[in-house]
């Protein structure tokens, strides 16, 4: 059985833009695969000291375990939901390919480069997690490693250590799949980019200023519809799709789409040749605020402990294969 793996950041409250970008096409691909993959979903928490986490990590970290579930991910006994440092085969491993990564492959990372860029001091964990990252896949022998276009660059790292290393002790680890047919299983074809509701010619972002920029999955409805009902639109009086002239409707045509799961060009379709900006703010509005309604009830009908037991049985199963990469790998080094 292949084996899709994806790490879940835990960073502040997610906007709608992430939520629809970014989480909600991936419930779907775990859901349609869980039957016949692995699919390991995993918190990076080793990643996220890279930079400081707060006091609220453990908590964020249980929310975004439950978004995922009010998003509707299904669990059966093919997902499998761990914390990376609770399986300390991550850091063992990564110290291990650290031994066969250059320092020159290494200092070509983009984000390595644009993280560091214009700072003081940087620490080794910003220089190393692409390493970090290689042992997160090859441990569990992924074969499809769902990640956005900034992390190209590191999964073809992964790929590279992969070979360089069964190369010199034999058939040992998993080579996960090129990025061309990483994107193609992902069937997402064209990314989503939400709009930032005050200024749509940007895409919506968590770290955006103003208030009125974004929809967090926390803002109460009512607020997330005022929002709605003031986003930036245009003068030309007239609904259509047109991301270019009218990044504006436009976006708000995607949101409803993307919230009622109804195909674009039916809502454009819709929509098309009505004139009352403000009559499509009004539906796009109460789209949100439905959905957020909904939303954030399923999210407290979760109790901690629910997560809590996803981690018992997913770190038990994580522990179980992991280990047993690691020793072949500790032995194919002499170390055992
Ligand atoms: P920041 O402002 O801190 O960069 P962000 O909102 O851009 O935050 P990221 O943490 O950078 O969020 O990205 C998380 C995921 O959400 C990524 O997969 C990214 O591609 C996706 N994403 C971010 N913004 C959008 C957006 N506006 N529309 C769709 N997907 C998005
Ligand atoms: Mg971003």
């Known amino acids: 059985m292949k084996t899709i793996l994806t790490g ?9 833009g992430n939520f629809l970008g970014a989480m909600l096409p991936m419930v779907r ?14 918190i990076p928490d080793l990643h996220s000291i890279i930079s ?60 390595f480069k644009d ?46 250590l992969a070979m360089r290393f069964n190369h010199k002790f034999g058939e040992i680890l998993t080579v996960p799949e090129k990025t061309e047919e990483q994107v193609k299983f992902m069937e997402t074809g064209e990314p989503i980019r939400i709009r930032d509701l005050s200024n749509p010619t940007k895409k919506m972002s968590k770290s955006a200023i103003g208030e009125n920029s974004k ?9 997330a519809a005022k929002k ?7 003068s030309l009086a007239k609904i259509q799709y047109d991301m270019f002239n009218q990044p504006g409707i436009s976006n708000l045509l995607q949101i409803d789409a993307l919230i009622n799961n109804q195909p674009l060009q039916e809502v454009i379709a819709t929509w098309q040749g009505e004139t009352h900006y403000g009559d499509l703010k009004k539906r796009v509005a109460t789209s949100v605020s439905t959905f957020l309604t909904h939303f954030q009830e399923s999210i407290s009908a979760i109790s901690d402990d629910m997560v809590y037991e996803l981690f018992e049985t997913g ?22």
């Not at 910003?126 to 499809?144: E, G, H, K, R, T």
């Not at 929809?215 to 607020?223: A, W």
């Open 8 to 16: 879940i950041r835990v960073n502040s409250e997610p906007t709608l």
């Open 29 to 42: 691909i775990a859901n349609k695969h869980s039957l016949d993959h692995h699919v390991n979903i995993f």
């Open 52 to 111: 400081e986490v707060d006091g609220d990590f453990q908590k964020n970290l249980i929310n975004s375990i439950k978004i995922y579930l009010a998003a509707g991910l299904k669990i059966n006994e093919n997902v499998h939901v761990y914390r990376q440092s609770y399986v300390p085969a991550h850091s063992e491993m990564c110290w291990i390919l650290n031994c066969i990564a250059n320092m020159g492959e290494m200092s070509r990372m983009t984000q």
């Open 115 to 160: 993280k560091s860029e214009g700072k003081s001091s940087v620490n080794v964990g910003i220089f190393d997690y692409p390493v970090l990252m290689a042992a997160d896949i090859l441990l569990y022998s992924a074969n499809y490693v769902p990640v956005g276009e900034d992390q190209f660059q590191h999964l073809e790292l992964t790929r590279n």
């Open 215 to 223: 929809i967090l999955l926390n803002d109460t409805p009512e607020k």
């Open 228 to 234: 709605i009902m003031s986003a930036t639109t245009d």
């Open 315 to 336: 770190e038990e199963y994580a522990n179980e294969v992991a280990n047993k990469k690691l020793l072949e790998v500790q032995k194919a080094f002499s170390l055992r």
